[in-house]
């Protein structure tokens, strides 16, 4: 049974950081691209970062770029997402997601495996 779990939402200024992480189970993790997306209230999931599993490729939302950093651990079955500067703007549920690819895009559609979600909110 593949299982995502997240970790290490919060509550947090504008300016602040945190780094999430999503634990992996039942999958062969270093065959997997891991992704995270995100979603505010009343809005639609959005991609934020995607990491491959070949060469450590990485994508980011425009939102983010130069802000939030998206790793891996294969050893841990492990992906973080590093996030940087955060903003309001920032605010949602931060979900993790698994596609068994090499492509990194932030098609959400084609991830066959997430996570629960952990929130992340960001005070101005």
């Known amino acids: 049974q593949v299982q995502l779990g997240e970790s290490g939402g919060g509550l947090v200024q504008a300016g602040a950081s945190l780094r999430l992480s999503c634990a992996t189970s039942g999958l062969t993790f270093s065959r997997y691209t891991m992704g995270w997306f995100r979603q505010a209230p009343g809005k639609e999931r959005e991609f934020v970062a995607a990491?491959?599993?070949?060469?450590?490729?990485?994508n980011y939302a425009d939102s983010v770029k130069g802000r939030f950093t998206i790793s891996r651990d294969n050893a841990k079955n492990t992906v973080y997402l590093q996030m940087n500067n955060l903003k309001p703007e920032d605010t949602a549920v931060y979900s993790c997601a698994a596609r068994y690819s090499s492509s990194a895009d932030g098609v959400a559609r084609a991830y066959g495996y997430w996570g629960q979600g952990t929130q992340v909110t960001v005070s101005s």
């Open positions: 990491i491959s599993w070949s060469y450590g490729n990485t």
